[in-house]
């Protein structure tokens, strides 16, 4: 049973503007916090995602890497492959004169040496979403070019069975990071896989081809963002090329202006030059 007076004492004070927290309690609250992360760094001490050796802060560990190996000119202009030694600018490899791709140029980050297949098997099979904005940022600025004529970004999609059981695309993951480094937007519903294909580990280069054929389509909701544009798809590995090729001749046929092709890692023997 209530008195039914109005008492102050029981409404909780208001809030104002110029109500501030003293330094002492401030201090107080800056020490617990420092408290709980190192607690938390004792408990769970950061790991080199390649190696699994204990590193101070985020990223790899020294010796990791010293041993990831960035791709940067001379490069075949077409295909991103390295050569071995400086042909000159704008020389393309026989493998790009022999079978030009559909899409126009492709860059990669690094090689897909052991360090990069740690990584992304770090990604994709052991939820290191963390592990994303670092290697956006390297895939940004490996495409630094390619980015500044791009009006958007396309991951290589998941057939939507294994994107329910792995709950993410790692692919759409590393577009957001690039996004994030360079503005460019990504067009997440311009591409679909409508086909569930086999992993193309272990197919042989025709196999692979074959795996994907038809596999991709963009769907009526996804023809305004790819009519007349100029796109970059994003993968985390391109080994022989055939599901960003099979992405590649989907999006063309639909409208696409240009397609580019921007991923983590690439296997990459030396490049063989045109002369």
């Known amino acids: ?7 102050a004492s029981l409404r ?3 809030a104002t503007p110029n109500m ?17 992360h190192a607690a938390l760094d004792l408990a769970l001490p950061q790991l080199c995602p390649a190696c699994r050796e204990r590193v101070q802060g985020r990223g790899l560990c020294a010796s990791c890497w010293s041993k990831l190996s960035f791709i940067s000119r001379p490069y075949c202009e077409r295909l991103g492959t390295p050569f071995l030694y400086d042909p000159g600018p704008g020389i393309l490899s026989m493998d790009a004169i022999a079978e030009p791709p559909a899409y126009n140029r492709a860059r990669a980050a690094v090689r897909f040496d052991e360090v990069a297949r740690a990584l992304v098997h770090s990604l994709k ?3 290191r979403l ?23 970004l396309v991951p290589v999609p998941l057939h939507w069975r294994r994107l329910w059981a792995r709950r993410f695309n790692q692919s759409a993951m590393l577009a957001k990071a690039i996004a994030t480094e360079s503005g ?11 086909k569930p294909t086999a992993q193309q580990v272990g197919l042989s280069r025709s196999e692979r081809a074959a795996n994907v054929q038809g596999a991709f389509k963009v ?3 996804g023809k305004a963002m790819v009519v007349g544009r100029r796109l970059i ?21 639909a409208g696409a202006a240009n397609v580019d092709v921007l991923v983590f890692a690439r296997v990459a023997e030396a490049a063989r030059t045109s002369i």
Do not use: F
């Open 125 to 127: 099979y052991s939820d």
């Open 184 to 194: 460019v937007p990504v067009a997440g519903g311009a591409l679909k896989r409508i």
């Open 233 to 253: 798809l994003v993968d985390d590995v391109l080994t022989s090329g055939a599901t960003v090729e099979g992405c590649a001749k989907a999006l063309l046929r």
């Open 20 to 36: 501030t927290v003293p330094a002492s309690i401030r201090h107080i609250a800056d020490a617990a916090r420092g408290a709980l």
């Open 1 to 7: 049973m209530t008195s039914g007076r109005d008492d």
């Open 219 to 221: 769907p009526d909701e």
């Open 12 to 14: 909780p004070m208001p």
């Open 130 to 152: 963390d592990l994303a904005p670092m290697m956006g940022r390297w895939i940004a600025h490996a495409g630094r070019e390619l980015l500044g004529e791009a009006d958007a």
